[in-house]
């Protein structure tokens, strides 16, 4: 596709459910990243992808935070057993030479 | 310590005035500069690349001091549709670093 797709938009999880977040991005695009925003923050990093190959997760917060990108297109973040602080904006960006082209992020509100 | 910082805001500024954000990164391996605007409940969208000699975009004016570990951002007459939030963002290659990092980002409201 032309841009980076993410889904849901909204997702509303109860404390302890599992949620999986999608990232469509730009087609034939090598670099994926997944990010998480607070309100009132910047985006934080979480973890990088080439291709298929997940070459940093080191800003993942917990092991309950996991990540994949099967065919080196399209991203899951999968978050186990949602916990409040759980709750925040997730970004995922493809990245075009040095520039970041982010998908409008889903929007995780874990109650 | 974060890796990249910067004054959080909210700098209120009334329209026409000219405005200074700054940024500095602890890094000294950065290799690339950026400023993202990120405008309320949007994603982040690329504002200019920042370069060693300093570059200009209309009204926007980037400076990026190496030695310093410090990076700027200059609005020259400023316009109410300014009003967003600015993220500074290194770049850091190499191996397999996860590598475009932000900052908090520097809210700015411009008033009529």
Redesign the interface.
């Known amino acids: 596709g032309a841009g980076v797709s993410q889904s849901p938009r909204y997702k509303v999880a109860k404390r302890g459910q599992d949620v999986a977040l999608r990232c469509d991005p730009i087609s034939g695009h090598v670099s994926l990243f997944w990010y998480q925003q607070a309100l009132g923050q910047g985006p934080e990093f979480l973890t990088y992808f080439q291709n298929e190959a997940q070459l940093d997760k080191s800003g993942l917060p917990s092991d309950r935070f996991f990540a994949e990108r099967p065919e080196g297109s399209v991203s899951t973040l999968k978050i186990q057993r949602t916990q409040q602080e759980d709750s925040a904006v997730y970004l995922c960006a493809s990245l075009v030479g040095t520039e970041a082209f982010f998908g409008q992020g889903t929007r995780l509100t874990v109650v | 310590r974060k890796e990249?910082e910067?004054d959080?805001g909210p700098f209120n500024v009334p329209e026409g005035a000219t405005v200074a954000f700054n940024c500095t990164y602890s890094n000294s391996a950065s290799q690339?500069f950026?400023w993202?605007r990120q405008d309320c409940r949007?994603?982040?969208?690329?504002l200019m690349?920042v370069y060693s000699s300093g570059n200009e975009d209309g009204r926007f004016t980037a400076q990026l001091n190496r030695a310093s570990q410090y990076i700027s951002l200059l609005i020259r007459d400023s316009k109410l549709s300014d009003s967003a939030t600015y993220?500074c963002?290194v770049?850091n290659y190499g191996g397999?670093?996860?590598?475009?990092?932000?900052?908090?980002?520097t809210k700015l409201s411009v008033k009529p």
């Open positions: 990249v910067q959080p690339s950026f993202y949007k994603e982040p969208k690329l690349s993220l963002v770049m397999s670093q996860g590598n475009l990092i932000f900052g908090k980002g």
